[in-house]
Nanobody, 116 residues
Framework: QVQLVESGGGLVQAGGSLRLSCAAS????????MEWYRQAPGKQRELVAD???????YYDDSVKGRFTISRDNTKNTVYLQMNSLNPEDTAVYYC??????????WGQGTQVTVSS
């Protein structure tokens, strides 16, 4: 079993930056991919970025060039650095862990609010 805990959300003005963290614990050896999702009010949850165990990354077009996913294996933590934030980035951000057979665990989410 894997437990995920997000942190780092908050209120920021448009153009600002935030760094989200997702700390994993438990059976982390089973994780193949770490993902960041977000869900805005009234919208479906969407994949923002992910990173495989080999270091490969994916970014949604809406965040390319602004968001960066990274990890610190010594801390079992994945980060999402978010720059040039705009009000459309306002959402609850979740991390998710994928194993060989699919989703293992979701975090509880962290709120990001960008004011105009």
């Amino acid at each position: 079993q894997v437990q995920l805990v997000e942190s780092g959300g908050g209120l920021v003005q448009a153009g600002g930056s935030l760094r989200l963290s997702c700390a994993a614990s438990g059976s982390i050896f089973s994780i193949n991919v770490m993902e960041w999702y977000r869900q805005a009010p009234g919208k479906q949850r969407e994949l923002v970025a992910d990173m495989s165990s080999s270091g490969g990354t994916y970014y949604d077009d809406s965040v390319k060039g602004r968001f960066t996913i990274s990890r610190d294996n010594t801390k079992n933590t994945v980060y999402l650095q978010m720059n040039s934030l705009n009000p459309e980035d306002t959402a609850v951000y979740y991390c998710r862990a994928l194993g060989p057979k699919g989703a293992i665990s979701w975090g509880q989410g962290t709120q990001v609010t960008v004011s105009s």
